[in-house]
């Protein structure tokens, strides 16, 4: 069994900057990939951040050049660094680990950027 707990989301000023956290436990090995997808209000879930195999990254174009995603060698612990925050980047953000064919979720953490 695969557990994912992410921490560090909040209220924050537009402008400001968050590190989310998540932590894995459980049977990880064969990990591939780690990613973070957030989800507004009404609005379908979407990936902001994704690292794979020896740590290529890729990001949406709406977060590019402001958040950076990494993650220890051991899969047990991947971050989101969130710079310069935007009122719309307001969402739970979730973590995602990819073992083999199967993927794994955390329960989210809850961002909020203030005006």
């Known amino acids: 069994q695969v557990q994912l707990v992410e921490s560090g989301g909040g209220t924050v000023q537009a402008g400001g900057s968050l590190r989310l956290s998540c932590t894995t436990s459980?049977?990880?090995?064969?990990?591939?990939?780690m990613a973070w997808y957030r989800q507004a209000p009404g609005r379908e879930r979407e990936l902001a951040a994704s690292?794979?195999?020896?740590?290529?990254?890729s990001y949406a174009d709406s977060v590019k050049g402001r958040f950076s995603i990494s993650r220890d060698k051991t899969y047990k612990s991947t971050y989101l660094q969130m710079n310069d925050l935007k009122p719309e980047d307001t969402a739970v953000y979730f973590c995602?680990?990819?073992?083999?064919?199967?993927?794994?979720w955390g329960q989210g953490t809850q961002v909020t950027v203030a005006s």
């Open positions: 459980g049977r990880i090995s064969g990990a591939v990939a």
């Open positions: 690292i794979v195999g020896g740590g290529i990254t």
């Open positions: 995602k680990m990819v073992i083999g064919r199967a993927q794994y």
